[in-house]
């Protein structure tokens, strides 16, 4: 897997933009990705140093439509703590 695939997109959420104080910032990565996968990843993609990476699996909710039942997508999340003498990401500087 290529780091661009890894990375899938930021999550902009309310506590995830009040994390980034403390350097730690929230993606959407490949389900099979590993920490150490995702570490690799954001060391290439933005250019920092990453300290500590936390994944968590987020279950499809389950929806309906009529009669019919299903369920959203399983997808998995990453936040990303960088090191204190690492330099922000820029993208999401421009947010703030």
């Not at 987020?58 to 003498?85: C, E, H």
Request: no cysteine; hydrophobic share 40%; net charge positive.
């Amino acid at each position: 897997m290529e780091a661009r695939d890894i990375i899938i997109r930021p999550i902009i959420t309310e506590k995830s933009m009040g994390i980034i104080a403390d350097k730690k910032y929230t993606f959407e990565v490949a389900k099979a990705a590993d920490k150490t996968m995702i570490k690799k990843a954001v060391e290439e993609i933005f250019e920092v140093k990453v300290k500590k990476v936390n994944t968590i699996n987020k279950r499809g909710k389950n929806k309906r439509q009529g009669m019919s039942m299903g369920r959203t997508k399983s997808w998995k999340k990453a936040v990303v703590t960088l090191t204190a003498d690492s330099k922000t990401i820029a993208f999401f500087d421009s947010l703030m």
